[in-house]
């Protein structure tokens, strides 16, 4: 499975984002979930962003990026100080020593999520010439972001008769960039991961999980902003019944004279 994950190629790096327009368009109806951050009223799931993150960790960071967040971002999730420290531990940095000779050191927390390749050039050859996008804006730079990506994760299947697939190449029907045919194999199958709060791992599950939590890395603060909106919202409201009904009491006044 590791050589899977490894050796599979993220074509959503190959269409730009007017392709992806008009692929939304002229595709299939993408599949539909009630995510919990849509609405006014929106907010992230703490739990189901921990399950996403580990989804991220153990599967898709063999191959993606995500050089927008830093593991102090984790605390977000509900990870302590101590832990977010742990995580960032796991990895190791370049440095300079006291000495200016290179060196590596263990990560911190203010360090970004590490690149799994150290430049392009090494990921094309590691991913048949495709370069895996970096994923911390994935959701925003998709028409309907959250399903595109959902409905991407469980859209694979055996092609029609009439689609002749190039070599390599894996059939996705809501890929709609002409053929179908994406360089990234299928990566999410039932029970891949193990949840530390006992969720099923099932393929939809894993999906919903790590798509919430690319959508909280694309918009963090999509918490405050809809507080913030409600607020202004809110007093909007007052304001324009006080106003309206400050109106009522001039206009009466003068009606009497």
Not at 63 to 83: I, K, P, T, W
Not at 160 to 178: A, H, R, T, V
Request: charged share 25%; with cysteine.
């Amino acid at each position: 499975m590791k050589k899977i994950i490894l050796a599979a190629a993220a074509a959503l790096a190959i269409v730009p984002v007017s392709a992806a327009v008009n692929a939304a368009e002229e595709g299939p109806q993408l599949m539909h979930v009630e995510w919990t951050f849509d609405g006014l009223f929106g907010k992230f799931d703490k739990q189901q962003l921990q399950r996403g993150y580990q989804v991220y960790k153990e599967v898709c960071s063999s191959c993606h990026s995500m050089n927008y967040v830093a593991f102090r971002n984790l605390e977000d999730l509900g990870y302590s100080e101590g832990q977010v420290k742990a995580v960032a531990a796991e990895y190791e940095y370049p440095d300079i020593d006291d000495e200016g000779s290179e060196t590596t050191r263990k990560g911190k927390a203010s360090d970004h999520f590490k690149n799994p390749y150290p430049n392009e050039k090494f990921a094309r050859a590691s991913n048949n010439g495709a370069l895996p996008p970096d994923l911390s804006l994935m959701t925003k730079a998709r028409v309907d972001g959250p399903n595109y990506v959902y409905s991407l994760l469980l859209g694979y299947g055996e092609a029609p008769e009439d689609i002749q697939m190039l070599d390599g190449m894996n059939y996705n029907k809501y890929f709609s960039s002409g053929s179908y045919q994406i360089a990234m194999a299928q990566q999410l199958f039932d029970d891949l991961v193990t949840y530390a709060d006992g969720t099923p791992a099932t393929a939809e599950q894993m999906s919903k999980d790590v798509v919430a939590f690319l959508h909280w890395a694309a918009e963090p603060k999509l918490e405050a902003r809809h507080s913030t909106g409600f607020r202004v919202m809110l007093y909007t409201l007052i304001f324009t019944i006080l106003t309206y009904l400050l109106k009522k009491r001039i206009w009466a006044r003068l009606e009497k004279k």
